[in-house]
């Protein structure tokens, strides 16, 4: 089957009725209608029928090495350069039809399930069996197109002691046993960014764990439909307010939802098992394949457009109110130039320096990668400082459409007027840039551009403890013994 469209997507959602929760009800009926999902489906249907417009198919598609069918990009094995420069491509196309305010467009996942299929053997050190299971399953969800959602982290409830210490050791999602039919699974996960409205959800280590016998029950790598019996998707509240395009720019399209996933007795079928019971396997799994490292490849792409979009809102601020003489104004907007350029500089070294792996697959320099990554949660919440030090009470006078359509409009179009402009389209820009960084959900992105890949502290220490510092090191000994012989002739 070709890549997707976006009705095909749609459809398969809409059809599936997973188990998903909201405000305390099941949703029931269609997936696509409802008001908290409504929005981000699609633009997601529309990032996928990005897939076949005919001027963009060479980037967003190539032809499937088994059905010789156009499939997306993003499931695409790298083998050269130019194939990493292909898929950097088609990321940005996506993120720029969501300016990077979709962390989870299609391609996120992909880039981690293209990887661990690509390291397919890895799996099969514990049964060969599972090294044909991740291998199959990449094919099927690249030929099939399939749209993942994951889930990584334990629930939060006492982080000092291990999730087999926890008051009842079904806290966390466990494996309660097997049968015939597959692993079973009961407890839960957290937190799976667009829970309940994509076709199936990973379920793998990241978070590494502590390597004892008790922790095995909790080491484990599958995969299944949402549908699957048992399991069920307990989302928060919609930050789409089912508001117009012009009131809440960002989340009415782009508002991607989290669901804490609960695993009730989920038979887990045997073929959708990567690794199960082995801590040792599966803390090395991330690493080993370099799903991280391109995975992050996809992040850094999609943040240049996010930082492009950024730029632009603020830029647009200070012309519409005029403040562009002021130094500190060019200051603040200059630290948003240099983050954007320091994160495309980023993602160029990476693929300059690229090198086949040992799956064969060409592989960005992590390096560049990983510094961007830990830069990035650092930065953008500066981003939305900036928005809110230059917007200032420009983000609370921001009438609604209905305050527009109403007979007030005579008192706003003379009192919301901009430098440069009618009021209707500066209170559009203004709420735009209070999406970004006042409304909840534009503070959602900031915790998520803090969090999503991981706790910052703990990627900064990997980042310490990886990073070899001992050249420098011995070059400040050699200048300090250089100094000692000096003082010793003198
Ligand atoms: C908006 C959003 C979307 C997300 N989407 C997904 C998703 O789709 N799939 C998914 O799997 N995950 C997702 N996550 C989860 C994300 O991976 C985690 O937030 C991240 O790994 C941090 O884990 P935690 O939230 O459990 O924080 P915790 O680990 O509980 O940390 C909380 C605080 O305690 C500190 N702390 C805790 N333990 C330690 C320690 N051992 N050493 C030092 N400090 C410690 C942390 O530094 C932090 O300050 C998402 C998170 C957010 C915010």
Not at 111 to 139: I, V
Not at 311 to 331: F, K, P, S, W
Request: overall charge negative; aromatic content about 10%; proline content about 5%.
């Amino acid at each position: 089957m070709p890549a997707k469209t976006g009705e095909e997507y749609i459809n398969g959602v809409d059809e599936a009725g997973a188990n998903v929760w909201i405000d305390g009800e099941q949703v029931k009926g269609k997936f696509s209608e409802h008001p908290a999902f409504m929005g981000v489906m699609k633009t997601q249907a529309e990032l996928y029928d990005l897939q076949h417009d005919p001027k963009k198919q060479d980037i967003m598609t190539y032809i499937s090495p088994t059905s010789n069918d156009r499939v997306g990009t993003s499931f695409l094995q790298p083998r050269t350069k130019e194939d990493l420069e292909t898929r950097r491509n088609m990321i940005q196309e996506w993120a720029r039809h969501n300016n990077g305010m979709m962390g989870r467009s299609p391609d996120y996942i992909n880039s981690g399930l293209m990887a661990y299929g690509s390291a397919a053997d890895m799996f099969g050190t514990q049964d060969p069996a599972f090294a044909k299971n991740m291998k199959a399953y990449y094919e099927l969800c690249r030929e099939k197109d399939l749209s993942l959602t994951h889930t990584l982290i334990q629930p939060q409830v006492n982080r000092g002691v291990s999730a087999a210490k926890l008051p009842d050791p079904y806290i966390a999602a466990r494996i309660a046993g097997k049968n015939s039919e597959g692993l079973i699974i009961k407890g839960a996960r957290l937190l799976a960014t667009q829970g309940g409205i994509t076709d199936e959800i990973m379920v793998f280590p990241s978070t590494l764990l502590k390597q004892s016998e008790e922790e095995n029950p909790y080491a484990f790598a599958f995969s299944i439909p949402n549908n699957t019996p048992g399991l069920k998707f307990i989302c928060r509240e919609t930050f789409d307010y089912g508001k117009s395009h012009y009131d809440h720019p960002l989340g009415s399209r782009f508002e991607e939802m989290d669901a804490i996933i609960v695993f009730d007795d989920v038979v887990v079928p045997w073929n959708r098992v990567f690794a199960y019971g082995d801590v040792g396997i599966c803390n090395q799994a991330y690493n080993e394949s370099n799903a991280v490292v391109h995975m992050t490849h996809q992040v850094v792409a999609k943040n240049i457009a996010k930082t492009e979009f950024i730029l632009g809102i603020l830029q647009l601020m200070v012309e519409t109110i005029n403040i562009g003489q002021y130094q500190h104004v060019q200051e603040k907007i200059s630290e948003v130039i240099i983050a954007l350029e320091t994160v495309k500089a980023f993602i160029t070294a990476s693929e300059a320096n690229a090198k086949l792996d040992k799956w064969g697959i060409m592989t960005p320099d992590f390096t560049p990668l990983n510094i961007a990554r830990n830069y990035y949660p650092k930065i953008y919440p500066r981003f939305s400082e900036i928005m809110q030090l230059l917007g200032a009470s420009g983000l609370m006078a921001i009438p609604n459409e209905a305050d527009f359509n109403s007979e007030l409009r005579p008192d706003l179009d003379k009192y919301l007027q901009a430098a440069n402009g009618p009021a209707y389209e500066r209170v559009r820009l203004y709420r735009l840039a209070w999406d970004v960084c006042m409304s909840s959900f534009g503070t959602r992105q900031t915790l998520y551009e803090r969090f999503f890949f991981g706790d910052p502290i703990r990627m900064a220490s990997a980042l310490y403890n990886g990073y070899d510092k001992q050249e420098y090191v011995d070059r400040v000994k050699e200048f300090l013994n250089r100094s000692e012989h000096l003082a010793e002739i003198n």
